[in-house]
Structure formats: structure tokens, C-alpha cells
């Protein structure tokens, strides 16, 4: 099983940054393609970007493209959400997720941070 804490959430303006924290333990992340959702009030949630696990290749939703970045530190098992140009429809709780090799969906979560841009 692999655990995950999020952490950097907080309150910022709008068109400022952020930088979330995810870090993982019990099984290296080298293994596990990983994500960050999201969810605003009212709303589904959304995966944001994920990183493939075989070659760290990296997708984002429209909504975020061009201004959040997601990488990640196997060595440290670490994964991180860069968040930039921050709008208030940016505000939400943001999750990592894990998902295993072979696996058709994320199958760990973290407990969420909470991001919220003020305007």
C-alpha cells in the first residue's frame, strides 16, 4: 500500500503561487503513474496533471495548462504541484493520487490540502 500526505495548501492572491507537496510512503513512487485532483464545492472532481510512471511523461487539464506544472522526485518520493498565475476559480481541495502499474484507476488517495484564491 502506498500512503500519501498533501501539503502547501493555503490562501493566496490571485495571480500569485503555490507550491503543493505530496510525499509518499510504503512503496516507492518509481512504480505508480501520480496525480492531482481537485475538487471545488458544487463540484466533480477533476484530475489537474498526472505523470506517467514509465517515462514521467505529464498531462494537464486545460483549465491549468501553461500555468501549474507537475513533477516528481522518485528518489525522495516526492511529488509536487508547481501553481502559478493563480486564479479564484483555482480554489478547491487538491488531492494526489496513485495509481499501480496495471491498475485502470487511482487507487490511493491522500487526505487533501486546501487551496484558496482570493481576488
Known amino acids: 500500500q502506498v500512503h500519501l500526505v498533501e501539503s502547501g495548501g493555503g490562501l493566496v492572491q490571485a495571480g500569485g503561487s503555490l507550491r503543493l507537496s505530496c510525499a509518499a510512503s510504503g512503496h516507492t513512487l518509481s512504480s505508480y503513474s501520480m496525480a492531482w485532483f481537485r475538487r471545488s464545492p458544487g463540484n466533480e472532481r477533476q484530475i489537474i496533471a498526472s505523470?506517467?510512471?514509465?517515462?514521467?511523461?505529464?498531462a494537464y487539464a486545460d483549465s491549468v495548462k501553461g500555468r501549474f506544472t507537475i513533477s516528481r522526485e522518485n528518489a525522495k518520493n516526492m511529488l509536487y504541484l508547481q501553481m502559478n498565475s493563480m486564479k479564484p476559480e483555482d480554489t478547491a481541495m487538491y488531492y494526489c493520487?496513485?495509481?499501480?502499474?496495471?491498475?485502470?484507476?487511482?487507487?490511493?488517495w491522500g487526505q487533501g490540502t486546501q487551496v484558496t484564491v482570493s481576488s
Open positions: 493520487a496513485a495509481r499501480a502499474i496495471g491498475a485502470s484507476e487511482f487507487d490511493y
Open positions: 505523470s506517467r510512471w514509465s517515462d514521467s511523461s505529464t
